[in-house]
């Protein structure tokens, strides 16, 4: 096993894989499990386009994990939503739980914006093929990504998380992520890698 930056000019058929990967390895309470592959391969397009940094987890030439960040990896969420609005749309509201939940996030963000982080640069997405899941390939994967921070002048960094995924959140605690704030049903960390 070996990790690697991702150039995405190079091969179209590994964000298929990256694609693959968001599928079976997100949880269903994630929204973007419930996309169909070929709604996955264009939202991580979008994503990866949109970050600064995507690593690979690659196995006998096949990628079984993923990671993608940058300062404006949101902006590759929003290049999806609006080129999606209308499946979005209809896609909301056959999920009436996902629904209502954003709805009461767009609302809350309105009257009471979250905080904004002291780490621009943000950890959008990360997955590992579950039949390589608890081996320490996440951890591996970060340890790569988190040089390659550093190489690049990056002192520390953030994510977000539903306060519902204890899993992450225990992985991300135990890899050195402190929280910074809480917001309607997320939780928003931060981790400093001076300390590496």
Not at 48 to 60: K, P, Q, W, Y
Request: overall charge positive.
């Amino acid at each position: 096993m070996h990790f690697e930056v991702f150039e995405p000019k190079t091969a179209s058929n590994v964000v298929l894989q990256i694609a693959g990967i968001h599928a079976t390895a997100y949880s269903f309470e994630h929204f973007t499990a419930s996309f169909s592959l070929d709604k996955l391969y264009e939202y991580n397009h979008c994503l990866i386009h949109a970050s600064e940094l995507t690593v690979l987890a690659v196995d006998n030439h096949q990628v079984v994990g993923f990671l993608i960040a940058g300062p404006a990896v949101g902006l590759g969420v929003k290049k999806f939503s609006k080129k999606n609005r209308i499946w979005l749309l209809f896609h909301l509201l056959s999920k009436p739980n996902v629904f209502i939940d954003k709805f009461i996030r767009v609302f809350l963000n309105i009257i009471r914006p979250p905080s904004p982080s002291k780490a621009p640069f943000r950890l959008l997405s990360i997955a590992i093929n579950p039949a390589y899941q608890s081996n320490g390939v996440g951890r591996a994967m970060m340890n790569f990504f988190e040089r390659q921070l550093l190489l690049r002048g990056q002192h520390c960094y953030g994510l977000s998380v539903k306060s519902s995924n204890a899993k992450a959140i225990c992985f991300y605690e135990r890899n050195g992520f402190v929280k910074e704030f809480d917001h309607f049903n997320s939780s928003y960390y931060i981790k400093n890698l001076s300390a590496l």
